[in-house]
């Protein structure tokens, strides 16, 4: 299959979106997550993986999770219910199979349906997004589904032989640096560095968006969304004397940094 609403000289980097507090790492390897006796419309998800120039990229690391058609999360189950992770072929083509996720209340709102998805692969920087749906009547005031840059990430359903499918074409962005050290270039400052109590964020020229601190197995354990301004401050006090990295999100990029807990 072709890749969709893309120029054909270039590929435009898919934009990301948050994390959320649903992601749980060691999902297994699997391709269908749909669960014998489960309610819930049948969705197949399909695309292509590529780099900037449209090359397609073998071997990226697709990390999929979402609510069931009830809008629950599998939070602490072993069996990692609608959650999964995969590779892309040779030709970087990626297929999974589950249901239509539910809608449920962020707040006094609804979120519209959608699944998360986590994209790795050596030489690239991390992607982690969200993929919505065209129709749906929860995007319009929806932050992050409502944000122009999601609409690239909303896309059509289609019924295939009594089935419903969806396309997601991914771009994932050059990095040939790996982590991504802060450096007064990218107008981030992290403070303290080794860090004991409080870690504070700053940032010059641009406004913080989210912050997220991750273990090295890349757990989520502290977080803070819907940021709109230039300095932020996590407690860290509780935290055990190891390695994290800080994800950053600011009007001018996403930016991952190394942060030493004493």
């Known amino acids: 299959f072709a890749r969709q609403d893309q120029p054909t000289d270039a590929c435009i980097p898919t934009t990301s ?20 006796g489960d309610p819930g419309v049948i969705l197949n998800y399909k695309g292509i993986i590529s780099d900037e120039d449209c090359n397609p990229l073998e071997n990226a690391v697709v990390d999929v999770w979402q609510a069931n058609s009830d809008a629950i999360y599998d939070g602490s189950s072993p069996e990692f219910r609608y959650r999964g992770k995969f590779q892309t072929g040779a030709d970087g083509h990626y297929a999974f199979r589950s249901v239509v996720p539910g809608w449920y209340l962020n707040g006094p709102q609804y979120r519209p349906a959608h699944i998360h998805f986590r994209v790795t692969r050596p030489g690239f920087t991390e992607l982690i997004t969200q993929l919505y749906f065209e129709g749906d009547p929860y995007i319009a005031n929806d932050p992050w589904a409502s944000d122009p840059e999601a609409m690239l990430r909303i896309v059509p359903v289609h019924d295939v032989a009594g089935e419903q499918v969806a396309q997601f074409d991914i771009t994932l962005k050059a990095n040939t640096n790996g982590i991504r050290e802060s450096r007064l270039d990218e107008g981030i400052r992290l403070y303290p560095n ?67 807990k004493e």
């Open 17 to 36: 979106d948050i994390l959320g507090p649903y992601y749980r790492a060691n999902a297994p390897i699997r391709s269908d997550l749909t669960i014998p």
């Open 194 to 260: 080794p860090v004991r109590d409080k870690l504070s964020i700053e940032v010059r020229d641009q406004r913080l968006r989210s912050i997220e601190i991750f273990d090295i197995r890349g757990s989520l354990l502290l977080f803070k969304y819907k940021l709109d301004t230039a300095a932020c401050s996590l407690p860290m006090h509780y935290l055990g004397s190891a390695i994290y990295f800080c994800r950053v999100e600011t009007s001018k990029g996403i930016f991952i940094h190394k942060i030493i």
